[in-house]
């Protein structure tokens, strides 16, 4: 079965530009979750969407992020304009609703210069 | 989510059974004890959870004792694969999306 797919694996770009960050789901799994990873940070939880509407978006850093989830098989996280404190390690998981362990993406490397 | 407390970093002879503490000593009674783990360069992987009973799959055991403030994960027969950063979470079951990963245990496997 294919997992969470993330695209793309690694992004490279100025300080400035639009970045969009781009997931598919497990089919079937009606909740997504995106995470940002760094090393200062660890692993926080952004935002997350139950049947494709925003539950919880208390872990989005600022305005220059925005999440959207236009059907249950694709969401985005978009970054504009981008800075290089962005730079991290961006995760996206999924699961069906109350189920007990979700299942993660291989993750988007991001590096804003 | 009870905060948990895990040695930063651990090494384990390859063959050998790897057993990983993690403290929760404000854990609440409709708490779950999970674990996580992350390869380098992967998303973060479920292993094993549990309540109050030992639990058991084919990745791992996980060892709760009766007081419920820790509990131990234990890879029976560790390979150099399973070295990788291992988060213990503590949570109620539901909305598994919403754990707290904390800094985990670095187990280094050595041949």
Same mark, same amino acid.
């Given at each position: 079965?294919?997992?969470?797919?993330?695209?793309?694996?690694?992004?490279?770009?100025?300080?400035?530009?639009?970045?969009?960050?781009?997931?598919?789901?497990?089919?079937?799994?009606?909740?997504?979750?995106?995470?940002?990873?760094?090393?200062?940070?660890?692993?926080?939880?952004?935002?997350?969407?139950?049947?494709?509407?925003?539950?919880?978006?208390?872990?989005?850093? +600022?305005? !220059?992020? @925005? &999440?959207?989830?236009?059907? =249950? %098989?694709?969401? /985005?996280?978009?970054?504009?304009?981008? +800075?290089? !404190?962005? @730079? &991290?390690?961006?995760?996206? =998981? %999924?699961?069906? /609703?109350?189920?007990?362990?979700?299942?993660?993406?291989?993750? @988007?490397?991001?590096?804003?210069? | 989510?009870?905060?948990?407390?895990?040695?930063?970093?651990?090494?384990?002879?390859?063959?050998?059974?790897?057993?990983?503490?993690?403290?929760?000593?404000?854990?609440?009674?409709?708490?779950?004890?999970?674990?996580?783990?992350?390869?380098?360069?992967?998303?973060?992987?479920?292993?094993?959870?549990?309540?109050?009973?030992?639990?058991?799959?084919?990745?791992?055991?996980?060892?709760?004792?009766?007081?419920?403030?820790?509990?131990?994960?234990?890879?029976?027969?560790?390979?150099?694969?399973?070295?990788?950063?291992?988060?213990?979470?503590?949570?109620?079951?539901?909305?598994?999306?919403?754990?707290?990963?904390?800094?985990?245990?670095?187990?280094?496997?050595?041949?």
């Amino acid at each position: 079965d294919a997992g969470v797919i993330q695209s793309p694996r690694h992004e490279v770009t100025e300080m400035g530009q639009e970045v969009t960050l781009r997931c598919k789901p497990i089919s079937g799994h009606n909740s997504l979750f995106w995470y940002r990873q760094t090393m200062m940070r660890g692993l926080e939880l952004l935002i997350y969407f139950n049947n494709n509407v925003p539950i919880d978006d208390s872990g989005m850093p +600022e305005d !220059r992020f @925005s &999440a959207k989830m236009p059907n =249950a %098989s694709f969401s /985005t996280l978009k970054i504009q304009p981008s +800075e290089p !404190r962005d @730079s &991290a390690v961006y995760f996206c =998981a %999924s699961s069906t /609703t109350g189920a007990n362990t979700i299942y993660f993406g291989e993750g @988007s490397w991001l590096t804003v210069v | 989510d009870a905060k948990t407390t895990q040695p930063t970093s651990m090494d384990c002879a390859e063959g050998r059974a790897a057993n990983l503490p993690c403290n929760h000593s404000t854990i609440s009674g409709n708490e779950y004890v999970y674990w996580y783990r992350q390869i380098h360069s992967q998303g973060p992987q479920y292993i094993i959870h549990g309540l109050k009973n030992n639990e058991t799959n084919e990745m791992a055991s996980l060892i709760i004792t009766e007081d419920r403030k820790s509990s131990t994960l234990i890879l029976p027969h560790a390979t150099l694969r399973d070295t990788a950063v291992y988060y213990c979470i503590v949570r109620v079951n539901t909305n598994a999306g919403k754990s707290t990963f904390g800094d985990g245990t670095t187990l280094t496997v050595k041949p």
